[in-house]
């Protein structure tokens, strides 16, 4: 069964340092990894997505993410947090072989950048 | 180019009440779907429309729930009656293609039952 685990409900980092947002997922096939954003009482917005090709994707905002497929990761990062990166971040995977393109999501994780 | 829009954006109502949201997806996207986030939880697959036709609706929790899309344009998502674990955020996403492609997000309907 398809699943993404996102193991933190919070992460506090301060202005400057660069930040990680881990997620883990579970798929029968190959995987469609993608991250989003939530800022308060908006809709969510998409960062970035991992189809194939490099590891390493780059996305909005100097987001990025590295897809590892042994540890099935697709930890999401960004070398210098500002207090504008505080949100809500949601991980996400569908299974390159379904036809209904079902996206599978993490319960997300709540980044909070301090000055 | 104008997004997913989504109405209403919060609405309180009484268990046993009905309430309908409605979603309009970007113009020319066939694919729809309904999401929810019950507090702190994961966004949960609902179903999925292409054009006015349902290609999945798994997700739904039980027949109190009815999702129409008439006309492949719009899609309402109606609860009734609705208990209190209905209770969330009800999203709509659209996309233009299956495949690789991303959804697109309206900012959520909340509805709470009391």
């Known amino acids: 069964a398809q699943s993404v685990a996102q193991p933190e409900d919070q992460v506090n980092v301060a202005e400057g340092n660069p930040l990680t947002v881990k997620c883990t997922y579970s798929?029968?096939?190959?995987?469609?990894l993608f991250w989003y954003v939530q800022y308060p009482n908006r809709g969510l917005q998409f960062l970035l997505k991992?189809?194939?090709?490099?590891?390493l994707v780059k996305g909005s905002y100097g987001f990025e993410a590295e897809f590892n497929k042994s540890q099935t990761s697709f930890h999401l990062k960004k070398p210098s947090a500002l207090v504008s990166d505080s949100a809500l971040y949601f991980c996400?995977?569908?299974?390159?072989?379904?036809?209904?393109?079902?996206?599978?999501f993490g319960s997300g994780t709540k980044l909070n950048v301090k000055p | 180019e104008a997004g997913v829009t989504q109405f209403p954006s919060h609405s309180v109502i009484e268990k046993g009440q009905t309430v309908t949201l409605r979603c309009d997806p970007i113009?020319?996207?066939?694919?729809l779907y309904w999401y929810r986030r019950v507090m702190g939880k994961e966004i949960k697959f609902l179903l999925h429309?292409?054009?006015?036709?349902?290609?999945?609706e798994s997700g739904m929790p039980n027949n109190r729930f009815l999702a129409e899309r008439t006309g492949g344009t719009y899609s309402t998502l109606k609860v009734q009656p609705a208990e209190l674990e209905d209770s969330g955020v009800y999203f709509c996403?659209?996309?233009?293609?299956?495949?690789?492609?991303?959804?697109?997000f309206g900012e959520g309907s909340r509805l709470t039952v009391l």
């Open positions: 996403a659209s996309s233009q293609v299956r495949g690789t492609g991303e959804l697109f």
């Open positions: 798929v029968s096939g190959n995987p469609y």
């Open positions: 991992y189809i194939t090709g490099d590891n």
């Open positions: 996400a995977v569908r299974d390159s072989g379904d036809s209904f393109n079902k996206f599978y």
């Open positions: 113009s020319g996207h066939d694919n």
């Open positions: 429309f292409v054009k006015e036709s349902k290609q999945d």
